[in-house]
């Protein structure tokens, strides 16, 4: 990293660590607590004999105990648009490019760009990063609306118009299985390899060249910053964002699965604890039930 300057390093550890940052408050919004409910002083009978309930087809994003197929969030942490990430072990089918559009427009105009690109604004107004900017109001809103281009620009040419010209799918096939060190190694390195429309592995070009296009048309709004060193900085920036968030993508189900289960686990023993009535399922399939004995 001492190859690339000061200022790069910084904005790229800028960005991970909000990365980072929002991880942490996703999993801490999700450990709330449970209300114990008042105690029961009617008197508890023995809960009579239930036959077991007819088997229904499970529906789509219903719970399940099979992490390869966890139902996948529109949002990260309840705030990083998700809105292209699909589970490697579901039947693969092509989306229409119609489909490879939306998503682009939905990734680029979530709420949560505008605050993404506010707190970077922040970032790069404190470290004086592109200096011709200036500072005050006006440096704040030239480093605000050229973050915020970059997203834009750079999603929607690599989530829509490079996949619909090369014929590529831009989701993220999240795998679920295997180690935590090879899904890692997993996850990082689909900003290189993709699957084409027909289902084939391919190398990701819409991703590594949309990225460069963006880092190119950039130039024309960071006058200071049109070497070809910069524009490389740029583009190793958006890639190691990117391979951050796919991680993100493929651990995210699993965490929300581990937070939901010890939040049911929790409430059962709060019910026990006072003696009320507990039936409950939790999406691994495993029922408690007690009748206060």
């Known amino acids: 990293m001492q190859f690339f300057p000061a200022s790069f390093r910084r904005e790229l550890c800028a960005r991970l660590a909000l990365l980072v940052l929002l991880a942490a408050v996703g999993l801490r919004a999700q450990q709330q607590p449970v209300a114990a409910p008042p105690p029961s002083v009617e008197p508890v009978l023995p809960a009579p004999p239930t036959l077991p309930a007819p088997a229904t087809p499970k529906e789509e994003g219903a719970p399940t105990n099979d992490p390869t197929k966890y139902p996948i969030d529109k949002r990260i942490l309840g705030v990083l648009p998700n809105y292209r ?24 105009t979530d709420g949560p760009i505008f605050a993404n690109a506010f707190v970077l604004a922040v970032i790069a107004q404190a ?18 609306f050229t973050g915020l281009g970059d997203q834009l620009i750079g999603n929607y040419l690599t989530e829509g118009v490079f996949p619909v010209l090369l014929h590529e799918d831009p989701r993220y096939f999240r795998r679920g299985r295997g180690s935590k060190w ?3 190694w997993y996850a990082a390195t689909r900003i290189f390899v993709t699957k084409s429309d027909s289902g084939k592995t391919m190398f990701n070009f819409a991703e590594v060249l949309g990225n460069a296009t963006a880092a190119g048309i950039a130039n024309a709004y960071y006058p200071d910053e049109r070497g070809v060193l910069d524009n490389f900085q740029r583009l190793w920036t958006q890639l190691a964002t990117d391979a951050v968030s796919q991680v993100l993508k493929e651990f995210w189900p699993d965490i929300k ?5 010890r939040h ?7 019910m026990l604890s006072v003696g009320a009535p507990v039936s409950n399922t939790s999406s691994s399939g495993t029922s408690l039930s007690s009748s206060g004995h």
């Open 182 to 184: 090879g899904r890692t």
């Open 127 to 144: 470290n004086g990063t592109h200096p011709s900017f200036g500072q005050g109001i006006e440096g704040f809103g030239h480093r605000y």
């Open 264 to 270: 049911i686990r929790k409430e059962e023993r709060i």
């Open 85 to 108: 990430t699909a589970n490697e072990a579901d039947v693969y089918a092509p989306i229409s490019n119609r489909r490879k559009l939306w998503i682009a427009t939905k990734d680029s």
């Open 257 to 261: 699965h581990h937070y939901h289960e």
